[in-house]
């Protein structure tokens, strides 16, 4: 029963509901949903609505609609509105069948005048609003009076003309009546704007730009966007897109009736926000406005088929609209909030008693003293030292919360430089044989930095996961390595589920959501060698460069993960059931190795780690500053030696100067100490230490 | 589904009471003054209550001892009287006799030199094996307070994880400690007793249910004064002017609240983890390093923050007639005087103890560098 349990905690549903709520593309789920379910009533209730010529007659009559709306989503998402586009798309209708059928233009001219004529309006309504400063709403409003009443007036006066026209060519009856691999050839014509317009407004520059204007023009302006042109080129293509619709509808039809284009307006915008499009801009896609377009005309036709009241159809109508969009604001409004809900996983984690840390219990983890006179270099100077390394020239190099590298210069620290400014928040370092100072950085990857300072990047992707939902190749938590004698560089990926600042609810999972990876630099390959392990934090090559060290901070162990020999290829546990939760590895000068603990597990919390219910609870129920964590308020400092021996420990009691350790380094006789959260580096003289032994030698050899 | 939960809840029971914790706020906005106290002598282990007698002197509860403080600054000590059991509560007798609540025992009288007299060790047929409080009226009648039939005053910290439902009794018996009778029953850890300054009420402040009550001396039911305070309130006392004043453990927290509702994990802590190790209240402000961690209790860059989540704090309120608080003095979460298990005023001085950080400290009174 209890396994069954953990099986369950460990692959819970949730987790996939979690990433799955976490894509993208789940945003339009609202309308998605409710396009198939309305297709699928009617389908049922309409008799021989599934046959292929009905489906064609839909998409031949909704095709024009959907271009509409489209070109609706352009204004909107550019965060105005375009009324006039109903207005435009009559006029463009009339103009396509006056142009080609009365004086007798050749067609793509006829096409090119027609668009150009959308344009002009787009650049009316764009002119006035992006360089006038006037109001969308109404500037589009009169547009639309203007357009409407001048297409009244002409067809009026066309009416003879218009009666009395001569049918079109091949191409004209192609256009209006034509198939292309049974789908009417405007519904073709709206999938290739559909997806066109798609591509330019989220892979192409001035696209891109429009959407950063409707997300917010100030921070578009502050990126140096042309926020005027950018909402001009916004309503001019909403104009063109219009004018191409009333062609399509002209070859259809070949009238121009007095009602034609009324009210389009009024739908596209319904079909745009049921579609989900934000009306403040900035949100949402062209699928949607289609989605949501279609929903309408189906709704529309398919009453009318059912021989519905056209009173009560527009009734019903508008109840649905209503009710969807407002369940759809809600979606996309509390979406984050659901997703924050059932994100946190907790997995079932069951701790045996630690070994004692008592004072005087005997064990080698027992509290002593020998922390405590520890000398702070570089107090103040710092912020988060998460890991420190010493180069040939004893210099001292660590990483600042800010995303820089820090130098102390040899003999006495005082003096500090920055080294490089990378960003993100960079933790564990190593040097490469070249003396390159490679760093691992939440966030971005692996980088490097040369003696002489330029950046370089390592690597920031690895293999994606195949059969997971989320796509993992983007590295998120790189966080410590080191270079196998090979030159091949091994590090971790604490985990691909959480960024550092939630290293808690990572914890809180516990399960193994991180990976280890290796780097050849020599293949510029990078690789996953182990997935799914909980929390790898600090990596250590042996000293015999036989195998890779590596520490899982949620179990509390420390594992061998064998590069050579005849194991080559496993891992195994090395030390199981430490009392501290570990951090980063390095080698020590008699063999053995130094290993941090960044904090001390505590009975409560183990005891909340065999409970995943209350973890979850816990998450959802109390806010984040109080929230049960592991007891990283106190450090220290432990050696193990090849066969997983603890020999010692070092102690800074109650955690005054150094509460969180994350990392100690030794060098030339002493031992230097970092912490994530500290504000110094501490360094203690090792007694008995080589005072000859620094790490690059240990690695690389050499005087 | 919790939200769905609330809205059943508020349709069903309109007028159940929200028990969120309050922010300080108002008069109990946070500020430095109980750390700028002035200690008074040295260490005292544990002092858990203080009298002063008619000589002068200052009686402190510490252990099964009660030690007898003389001295400007009452650092002149010596052992007044050693008990059977843990003593809590202590009064003076108009007579120059101390009344100490002895745990295990009940109330028992000593004599001005120290000779163990009358006990008072049951009521109604049930041990008073949980005095917590007691207090003397002007007519010589004696308020006893009784936390819980469940366990022992030392025992506070299970008391109030085991969440049962609240057994404390308020008692009155008459000067010779005879013709007790329980004033009332049910009550939630009820570890502040007092008569109110015009002597017409009695105010009992509960700890787990986080109120101040008060019945009336002529009888009839109790009323309720404060009824949600974000900590938990300790002894009361009263001073020369009529004010109440007031102590308080601990302040509440959300995890607190939490694993209370959590009745099984709570259950299994209780069983398998040492009490000092709980997640819950605390009245020692020194961090143990196995004890729970809070997110917000990380040290950064070397420095705790003061508006961390409180397993310890130091809170002292000097209260109006109507029981609202008008001042407080704070030792926040970085400070050094918490779990104040008892305020008296003596004299013109107020002198507060901290159980937690084993002393006895003088408020300072004058409003002046308070804000911090």
Not at chain 1, 355 to 380: C, H, M, Q, Y
Not at chain 1, 582 to 595: E, F, H, P, Q, V
Not at chain 2, 168 to 192: E, F, M, Q, T, Y
Not at chain 2, 202 to 227: P, T
Request: charged share 20%.
């Amino acid at each position: 029963m209890k396994s069954l349990q953990r099986f369950w905690h460990r692959n819970s549903p949730q987790l996939f509901l979690g990433e799955l709520l976490e894509k993208r593309w789940m945003e339009p789920i609202i309308p998605f949903t409710l396009t198939i379910a309305v297709f699928l009533v009617f389908a049922s209730t309409i008799p021989n609505y599934l046959k292929a010529s009905s489906l064609q007659e839909l998409m031949r009559n909704f095709a024009e609609q959907g271009m509409v709306a489209v070109a609706m989503a352009f204004s909107i998402l550019s965060g105005g509105l375009d009324l006039s586009v109903g207005a435009v798309f009559a006029m463009a209708n009339f103009l396509a069948i006056y142009l080609y059928l009365i004086l007798g233009l050749p067609l793509p001219v006829m096409v090119v005048l027609v668009i150009l004529f959308g344009a002009a309006m787009g650049a009316i309504n764009g002119g006035l609003i992006a360089y006038g400063k006037t109001r969308p709403f109404l500037t589009t409003l009169v547009v639309l009076i203007i357009v409407r009443a001048a297409y009244n007036k002409v067809t009026i006066a066309f009416t003879n003309e218009l009666a009395s026209i001569d049918l079109g060519s091949g191409v004209w009856d192609f256009m209006g009546s034509g198939k292309i691999l049974g789908i009417p050839v405007n519904m073709a014509a709206l999938i290739v704007l559909a997806v066109s317009t798609h591509f330019f407004l989220t892979r192409v520059k001035p696209g891109v730009h429009i959407m950063a204007v409707g997300s917010s023009r100030k921070a578009a302006r502050h990126a140096g966007v042309n926020v005027k042109r950018v909402l001009f080129s916004a309503y001019v293509i909403s104009g063109s897109i219009a004018a191409l619709a009333g062609i399509f509808y002209a070859a259809r039809q070949n009238s121009s009736g007095t009602d034609t284009g009324v009210g389009w307006e009024i739908n596209a915008l319904a079909a745009v926000v049921l579609g989900g499009i934000s009306l403040a801009g900035g949100r949402g896609t062209i699928a949607r406005a289609v989605m949501g377009a279609a929903i309408i005309f189906m709704l529309i036709s398919g009453m009318v088929r059912l021989g519905i009241s056209g009173n009560l159809t527009t009734a019903v109508i508008g109840i649905i609209l209503l009710v969807a969009v407002g369940f759809n604001v809600k979606w996309v409004k509390n979406k984050g909030k659901v997703l924050q809900k059932v994100y946190v996983t907790p997995s079932w984690v069951d701790f045996e008693p630690p070994p004692s840390v008592e004072r005087g219990s005997g064990t080698p983890f027992a509290e002593n003293d020998r922390l405590k006179n520890a000398e702070a270099i570089a107090l103040n100077k710092i912020e988060g030292p998460e890991d420190i390394i010493l180069d040939r020239n004893d210099n001292l190099y660590t990483v600042n919360r800010n995303g820089s590298i820090i130098r102390f210069l040899a003999p006495d620290y005082e003096v500090r430089e920055e080294f490089a400014r990378i960003g993100g928040r960079p933790l564990g370092l190593a040097f490469d044989k070249d003396q390159n100072l490679l760093v691992c950085i939440a966030g971005m990857g692996v980088y490097g930095v040369k003696p002489d300072r330029t950046v370089f990047k390592v690597t920031d992707r690895t293999t994606r996961t195949r059969t997971r939902l989320k796509d993992d190749s983007r590295l998120y938590l790189a966080d410590d390595l080191d270079v196998a004698p090979d030159g091949k560089i091994y590090f971790s990926e604490a985990s691909t589920r959480y960024e550092l600042a939630d290293w808690a609810l990572d914890g809180f999972e516990g399960r193994g959501n991180g990976r280890l990876i290796c780097h050849d630099p020599t293949t510029g390959v990078t690789k996953t060698v182990l997935k799914n392990l909980a929390f790898p934090n600090g990596i250590c090559l042996s000293h015999d460069g036989q195998s890779v060290l590596w520490a899982s901070t949620w179990l509390c162990q420390i594992n061998r993960y064998w590069i050579a020999g005849p194991k080559a290829g496993t891992s195994e546990v090395l030390i199981d059931n430490l009392p501290g939760y570990c951090d980063n590895i390095n080698r020590a000068s008699d063999g053995k190795y130094w290993l941090a603990f960044v904090g001390l597990r505590t009975p409560v919390y183990d005891l909340a780690m065999r409970n995943p219910g209350f973890r979850t609870r816990m998450v959802k129920q109390i806010p984040p500053d109080e929230w049960l964590c592991p007891g990283i308020n106190f450090g220290c400092v432990v050696k193990f030696d090849d066969n997983g021996v603890v020999t010692e420990s070092l102690w800074d009691p109650g955690g005054q100067s150094h509460p969180t350790i994350t990392s100690i380094r030794e060098h030339k006789g002493y031992l230097y100490i970092g912490g994530l959260e500290n504000n110094r580096i501490g360094r203690i003289r090792l007694e008995g230490a080589d005072p000859s032994w620094e790490a690059h030698k240990s690695y690389w050899g050499g005087a | 589904m919790s939200l769905l939960g609330d809205i059943i809840d508020r349709v069903l029971f309109p007028n159940r009471e929200i028990h969120g914790i309050p922010v300080l706020d108002g008069a109990f906005s946070p500020n430095q003054r109980l750390d700028q106290a002035r200690r008074l002598g040295g260490e005292i282990e544990r002092p858990d209550d203080i009298a002063l007698g008619p000589d002068g002197a200052l009686y402190v509860s510490t252990g099964n001892r009660i030690l007898r403080c003389a001295g400007d600054d009452f650092d002149t000590r010596e052992v007044f009287a050693t008990l059977d059991g843990p003593v809590g509560g202590l009064a003076c007798a108009p007579d120059g006799g101390l009344l100490a609540c002895v745990s295990g025992t009940g109330l028992v009288a000593l004599s001005p030199s120290g000779q163990i007299g009358r006990k008072l060790e049951d009521v109604g047929g049930e041990k008073i094996a949980c005095p917590l409080s007691v207090t003397i009226a002007q007519d010589g009648a004696i308020y006893l307070t009784d936390g819980s039939r469940n366990n022992r005053p030392e025992e506070w910290l299970r008391d109030m994880m085991q969440n049962r439902a609240p057994s404390g009794r308020l008692i009155i018996c008459n000067a010779s400690l005879g013709d007790a009778k329980v004033v009332a029953d049910k009550l939630a850890w009820p570890l502040g007793v007092v008569v109110s300054g015009d002597g017409k009420e009695v105010w009992v402040a509960e700890s787990w249910s986080h109120r101040l009550i008060a019945f009336a001396r002529s009888g009839g039911n109790k009323r309720v004064i404060v009824k949600n305070h974000t900590g938990y309130p300790g002894r009361l006392a009263l001073d020369a002017s009529g004010n109440v004043w007031m102590s308080f453990l601990a302040l509440r927290t959300q995890l607190t609240e939490f694993v209370l509702r959590e009745r099984a994990f709570c259950e299994e802590m209780m069983r398998t983890v040492p009490p000092d190790l709980w997640i819950g209240p605390a009245l020692d402000g020194r961090l143990n390093p196995r004890e729970p961690t809070q997110i917000g209790r990380i040290k950064k860059l070397g420095i705790q923050k003061p508006w961390a989540p409180p397993r310890s704090y130091g809170l002292v309120a000097r209260l109006d007639a109507k029981g609202e608080a008008v001042e407080t003095w704070h030792s926040r979460v970085d400070g050094k005087v918490h779990g104040v298990t008892a305020i008296r005023p003596v004299g013109a001085r107020v002198i507060a103890v901290s159980k937690g950080r084993d002393c006895l400290v003088e408020l300072p009174l004058a409003r002046g560098a308070q804000e911090g």
